[in-house]
């Protein structure tokens, strides 16, 4: 059985900084890429970055490149997500996800929530002003 928990959000002020965490089990994990997205409140899911089975591969969406680093370590089955110089419009529930491929050619291509299959239950992230 496949189990993505997520960890590590919290309170922050604007411009701090917070690293999520999500643990893996119940596959082959190396096998994978994995993803980050977001949903704000009355807001749509939103993706926000991936990182390819190997860990060579990353995209990100706009709005947080230069800020967010994706990065996987294959040995403990983990993926996290470093969230630098949060802005308010950052505060959301963040999910892993797992993906159904192991790479991704293009940022495009990783968007789209038909990509995964298995979703963790959120962690909570509230970036204050």
């Known amino acids: 059985q496949v189990q993505l928990v997520e960890s590590g959000g919290g309170l922050v002020q604007a411009g701090g900084s917070l690293r999520l965490a999500c643990a893996a089990s119940g596959l082959p994990f190396s096998s994978y890429a994995m993803g980050w997205f977001r949903q704000a409140p009355g807001k749509e899911r939103e993706f926000v970055a991936v990182?390819?089975?190997?860990?060579?591969?990353?995209y990100y969406t706009d709005s947080v490149k230069g800020r967010f680093t994706i990065a996987r370590d294959n040995a403990k089955n983990t993926v996290h997500l470093q969230m630098n110089s949060l802005k308010p419009e950052d505060t959301a529930v963040y999910h892993c996800a797992k993906a159904k491929k192991a790479y991704f050619s293009g940022n495009y291509y990783a968007r789209p929530e038909s990509e995964y299959d298995y979703w963790g239950q959120g962690t909570q992230v509230t970036v204050s002003s």
């Open positions: 990182v390819s089975a190997g860990g060579g591969t990353t």
